[in-house]
Every structure is written in C-alpha cells, then in structure tokens.
C-alpha cells in the first residue's frame, strides 16, 4: 500500500515515544484546571506560560536521557532532536485541558500533533537520508517479451477508501459527542494521506529541516495562544466569557472535591437571594383561641414570599459554607450542574412568627414557571417548626405544576401564573410551623440546570 521510502527508523522513534508518554502523564498529574473563574487576565498568560515551561522541562529532561541511552545509534544532534520533537509535543498541555473541558477541538487538536511526529520521523529517516549507491554495471536493456508489472486497482483505491470511511466516521463520533473518538478518525487519515503523499523530499532535507526548526518556535507561540484561550472561561467578570465558551464548544472542567462523603464534583452550591418584600405580619392566635381561629379569619392571608433558593447536588441536603452567594430572579439565572450528577432546588422562607396548623385548612403557592424546556415539574411543600431540635418536617404531598405538562412548549412562551393548592393534614392540626420548603424537582432528563421557577405568595386558606 505505501512505498518502500516511507519506512522509519526505530532509533528516532525511541525519543518521540518516551516524550509522549512522560509529558502526557506530567501534565495530566500537575496541570488540573482551576475549579473555578478566579484568574485575572495577567494570571491566565502566566499560567499558560507555566504549563508549557512545565511540559518543556519534562519533554528536555526525556530526550535527553533517552539520547544518552542510544546515542551511539543516533545521528542527530541532541538539541535538533529536541527541537523536532518539541513540535509534537507542544500541543499536549492545551490537548488535557481541552479534554477536561470536554470540548470538540480535541478533534482538530490531536492529528495536527500526530502530522508534526509523522514529520519528524520523515526528516529523519535513515532511508531517505542515505543515498542508494549506482551501480556502475550498465543495466541490461529489458527483454522483448517481458511485461511491465501492472499496480492493481484496488491497492491503489484502498488508502482513500480508508481516508473517506474514517472521516465520515469521524464526523459521526463528533455530532455524537465524541471527540477522542473523532480525534482518532481524524488522524488515521491525516497520516494515511501523508504516507501517500509525503511533503518531505530526500534531496532537500537540510532546507527542511531549517524550516521544520523554524515552524517549532512559531507552533510554539500558536500554542501558547490557544492555551490562552482555553482558559478563558476561569477569568474574573470577564466580558464575552460565556460567548466564547460557546464558540470553543467547552464546559467548565470537573474537579474532584476533597471531601469523601461528596462522590460529585464541581461547585458546592449556589444560594439565590432576593430582595426583601414588605408584608403584613401574621399574629399567631393564643392557646385559648386557636380552636376558633380559624373561623375567625374572614379571608385569606397573603405571605409575599422573599426567601431564598437553594441549588446543592445529592448527598448533600443543602449547599455548603463555601456555597456561592448572589441576588439574582431564578427565571432569569442560568445555574448548572458541573457534572453528570442532577441539581437539587429548594426554595425556603422563614416565617417571624409561628403559625399554627388549625389557622386553616390549605396552603396556597402562587408561582411564575417560566421554563420553556419540555418535561414536567413537580412541587412539593414541607413544613417545619425550627423551635424544635429534630428536622422533621410535615409534608403536604407534591403537584405537578400544569404548565410544565405541555408536550410543545415555545422558546418564547412568557411565564405563566400558576396557583396550586395544598391541603393541610388534620392528624398535624395540634403542630405549628415558621419555615416553608418547596422542593422544585423536573424530570432527570433534565434535572442537570435548575429550574426556572420563581415564587410569588403564599395564600393561608380559611
């Protein structure tokens, strides 16, 4: 299938394989993402010089040791030698970090580096460098009869037969959301391509090699630049971030939490605040009135709600101290899960008094869903009496909201108002409470980002 010239030597092989496998694990070990946005603009260029100085250190140290071993084998200057190479291996610090962000120029990435080692193996094969000797014997000519050796056709057709199944495989794994996988495709038919078709010719490998020393350094600095931009999503408030994360078609990397208890990763939590609202207090009736408080409220009482939301994953039953804080109106934040583990969204208010449960019969939500993504939304309420040393809470069952049931929902349906009752237990009519939950739970398809519901009042029903 490939010609005879296109044969490599094993000794040059040696310190291109060694640099690959200790620098892939040197910078898989050393070089973990931040966790989260928190580098500034001077602290993203350091940090992408970093990684490559440390990826420089361990690829010298390999191919230097490596020349030391076999060098009576070698006919390249160690420092040309690490240079060569150093074009393959520039690539892999920003290769890890574009598989931690699972992005899908992993697939543009890896056949570009493997063209480069493909390169260098040409440059110095020992074959191509070394001239065949010509025989001083004038060839006989060829005999009358004897027939020309025909090539045929399907050893010919058979190397782009390859090249176009492989990469429409290729594209297959990439809309399926596999960039290794596409990665590899891509690169079997780059180096089939450049072994039929090879850009390194044995009469001028001097001039190439000069030019290939050259085309190190400026991969080097195209590296550098698109380390860079990689690490753009962890910058601090930056302008453009989220756009551009969408561009790189890149996820916040997932970082492995210290604490054993938590098999997730990523964030702790995040912890949606409101503005306060003003309403009326709720004076508790006293022991002697509350067999006939309930019919003595005329009509119901509204309890604007300004509590908080709460957005933490399983095991944790709520976010952590190191939980992010912010104002926001949960229809408008965007919260997500940094891994395949769903959100868990609860929303509490804290009463200044205690109710009693005999003051009504129903509790009412008043709410806005404005979720345009299909699957239902169930709402359960829990209520609890903080006074108490056990976390026990009374609930009263959960109700799909109505609007979340549409099959088709449009992208730019505005919320809808919804009001969804609740009935009080009569076994729990001698219990008070002065904290409302609502747990927000949507199917686990789509139980990764938080729901976009915001509360609006709860009702007291007579």
């Known amino acids: 299938m490939f010609t005879r010239s296109n044969q490599i030597s094993s000794p040059m092989l040696l310190p291109l394989i060694g640099s690959i496998l200790a620098t892939s694990v040197a910078v898989t070990l050393v070089l973990v993402p931040p966790s989260r946005p928190s580098l500034s603009l001077a602290q993203l260029f350091l940090r992408a010089a970093i990684d490559l100085a440390i990826a420089a250190c361990i690829?010298?140290?390999?191919?230097?040791?490596?020349?030391?071993?076999?060098?009576?084998?070698?006919?390249?200057?160690?420092?040309?030698?690490?240079?060569?190479?150093?074009?393959?291996?520039?690539?892999?610090?920003?290769?890890?970090?574009?598989?931690?962000?699972?992005?899908?120029?992993?697939?543009?990435?890896?056949?570009?580096?493997?063209?480069?080692?493909?390169?260098?193996?040409?440059?110095?094969?020992?074959?191509?460098?070394?001239?065949?000797?010509?025989?001083?014997?004038?060839?006989?000519?060829?005999p009358l009869f004897q027939t020309e050796t025909v090539v045929p056709l399907?050893?010919?057709?058979?190397?782009?037969?390859?090249?176009?199944?492989?990469?429409?495989?290729?594209?297959?794994?990439?809309m399926n959301g596999s960039p290794w996988m596409a990665a590899g495709l891509f690169s079997i038919c780059l180096l089939i391509l450049l072994l039929r078709h090879p850009i390194v010719r044995p009469n001028r490998l001097r001039r190439q090699r000069r030019r290939f020393s050259k085309a190190a350094f400026v991969q080097t600095a195209t590296a550098f630049l698109l380390l860079a931009t990689a690490l753009t999503p962890f910058l601090q408030r930056a302008y453009g971030v989220q756009s551009l994360s969408g561009l790189l078609a890149i996820r916040p990397p997932v970082?492995?939490?210290?604490?054993?208890?938590?098999?997730?990763?990523?964030?702790?939590?995040?912890?949606?605040?409101?503005?306060?609202?003003?309403?009326?207090?709720?004076?508790?009736?006293?022991?002697?009135?509350?067999?006939?408080?309930?019919?003595?409220?005329?009509?119901?009482?509204?309890?604007?709600?300004?509590?908080?939301?709460?957005?933490?994953?399983?095991?944790?039953?709520?976010?952590?101290?190191?939980?992010?804080?912010?104002?926001?109106?949960?229809?408008?934040?965007?919260?997500?899960?940094?891994?395949?583990?769903?959100?868990?969204?609860?929303?509490?208010?804290?009463?200044?008094?205690?109710?009693?449960?005999?003051?009504?019969?129903?509790?009412?939500?008043?709410?806005?869903?404005g979720d345009a993504r299909p699957g239902i939304i169930r709402l359960e309420v829990r209520l609890r009496d903080t006074s108490l040393k056990s976390r026990q809470s009374i609930s009263l069952g959960s109700i799909v909201i109505p609007s979340s049931q549409a099959k088709h929902i449009s992208l730019t349906r505005p919320p809808v108002h919804e009001s969804m009752r609740f009935e009080l237990p009569a076994a729990a009519r001698h219990r008070q409470f002065d904290e409302i939950t609502l747990v927000i739970a949507p199917d686990k398809e789509r139980a990764r980002g938080g729901s976009k519901i915001a509360i609006q009042n709860f009702v007291l029903m007579p």
């Open 154 to 174: 399907w050893r010919t057709l058979l190397p782009y037969v390859v090249v176009v199944v492989a990469a429409q495989a290729g594209v297959a794994s990439l």
């Open 59 to 142: 690829h010298l140290a390999t191919v230097w040791a490596i020349w030391r071993l076999i060098r009576e084998y070698l006919h390249a200057p160690v420092s040309l030698l690490m240079l060569h190479i150093w074009a393959a291996i520039v690539w892999l610090p920003l290769v890890s970090l574009l598989n931690a962000e699972h992005s899908l120029w992993l697939c543009c990435i890896v056949p570009w580096a493997c063209a480069n080692a493909m390169i260098y193996l040409a440059l110095w094969n020992d074959r191509a460098e070394t001239p065949e000797p010509e025989s001083p014997i004038t060839p006989s000519p060829r």
């Open 255 to 369: 970082i492995k939490s210290t604490q054993a208890s938590v098999p997730s990763s990523g964030y702790s939590g995040v912890i949606l605040m409101l503005p306060p609202k003003p309403h009326p207090p709720i004076v508790p009736p006293t022991r002697g009135e509350q067999t006939s408080f309930a019919t003595a409220i005329a009509k119901p009482v509204v309890i604007p709600f300004d509590g908080v939301y709460w957005y933490f994953k399983h095991p944790d039953l709520q976010p952590r101290r190191d939980a992010r804080v912010q104002r926001g109106d949960p229809i408008k934040a965007n919260v997500r899960s940094t891994d395949e583990y769903p959100l868990q969204m609860e929303a509490h208010q804290l009463l200044p008094t205690p109710v009693s449960l005999e003051c009504c019969h129903a509790l009412r939500v008043d709410l806005l869903n």
